[in-house]
């Protein structure tokens, strides 16, 4: 039987911490086991992950305050050796079915590429109200659409050991994500299996950064701040200049010039026009499609 390892990060996590370890031990795939490194929490969450150490439910691992990102890569790189390995939030609730699903699916696919599984979710407020079903990803996952956008989030995410071995082999200097960089490597080198099953009650909190579940309106300003007051694409930019470094020479020539375009630093109009008419889909809607086009004509990205 397939090998699973859990990957959480841990950061003052008390109040939800528990009910998410509890359905990931609950899961009716059997052979699963679980690390958790807290980056620093003050609050009661490294006494409640000690109660699970101590009855041998997870393996705890400790440190300084990385940040998301790097507390993720470290607990994937300090994880014990297993076929498969599932990224987790410390605050969502998993449905009994998610590992099985994923091995299901990542049984069928190669062993020697990078291939990352991820589902359907439930967006659920804090107080695990149900809200509504995430959007169908219509357009699927592609290279392009890694450049600019990540349709599997951490918490539904379940990567097989080909890439887990590319990311610690060659630790990003910088990124945007675990799961966003996890993507990349497989839309670019490998597989990318997208399941249309339930799989995760996603709790989003009201402070949440993501744009997951909100209403439009506030959708709406949500995205006018990222895409055009903050630096957003200059940290898109700057994930696509380290990917380009650490895996550039191993891509399609075709793929090796859209990293090229897209992550250059100086704006030139012509190549500002290329990147509007380029001839393939970026989004999974029409309306973050056009979007993301006056963004390139903007010289944003």
């Known amino acids: 039987m397939k090998k699973v390892n859990v990957v959480m990060s841990t950061y003052n ?6 009910e998410q370890l509890d359905s990931i031990l609950n ?4 052979n699963i086991h679980i690390y958790v490194r807290d980056d620093g929490s003050k609050d009661q969450t490294v006494a409640i992950l000690k109660e699970y150490e101590k009855i041998g439910k997870i393996t705890l691992l400790q440190g300084e305050n990385k940040g998301f990102i790097y507390s993720f890569f470290d607990t994937l790189e300090k994880s014990g050796e297993a076929d498969y390995y599932s990224f987790a939030d410390q605050d969502d609730i998993w449905l009994p079915e998610k590992i099985s699903y994923a091995v299901e699916k990542l049984e069928k696919a190669k062993e020697n590429i990078p291939v990352l599984y991820f589902s359907n979710y439930d967006f659920y407020n804090q107080d695990m109200e149900f809200k509504e079903h995430c959007e169908t990803h219509a357009v699927g996952a592609s290279f392009t659409n890694s450049i ?4 599997s989030l951490g918490f539904n995410t379940v990567i097989n050991k080909c890439t ?7 630790m990003p200097k910088f990124c945007c994500g675990h799961d966003w960089w996890s993507y990349m490597i497989c839309t670019g080198m490998g597989e990318v299996i997208y399941d249309t ?10 402070n949440n950064v993501s744009p997951g579940g909100m209403s439009f309106f506030k959708l709406q300003v949500w995205r006018f701040k990222k895409f055009f007051k903050d630096d957003y694409f200059n940290k898109v930019r700057e994930q696509i200049r380290e990917y380009q470094r650490i895996y550039g020479n191993q891509l399609k020539l075709e793929d090796q010039k859209m990293l090229a375009l897209f992550g250059a630093n100086s704006y030139h109009f012509t ?21 993301v086009r006056v963004i390139f004509l903007m010289g944003k990205l």
């Not at 600019?148 to 349709?151: G, T």
């Not at 887990?164 to 060659?170: A, E, L, S």
């Not at 099953?197 to 009201?206: A, F, M």
Request: charged share 40%; net charge positive; hydrophobic share 30%.
């Open 197 to 206: 099953r339930y799989t995760v009650k996603y709790r989003r909190h009201d």
């Open 164 to 170: 887990r071995d590319m990311i610690i082999k060659d």
């Open 271 to 291: 190549k500002a026009i290329r990147k509007v008419f380029y001839g393939k889909k970026f989004r999974q809607s029409l309306p973050d499609e056009i979007l």
């Open 27 to 30: 899961q009716t795939y059997p």
């Open 148 to 151: 600019v956008d990540c349709i």
């Open 13 to 18: 996590g008390e109040a939800y911490v528990r």
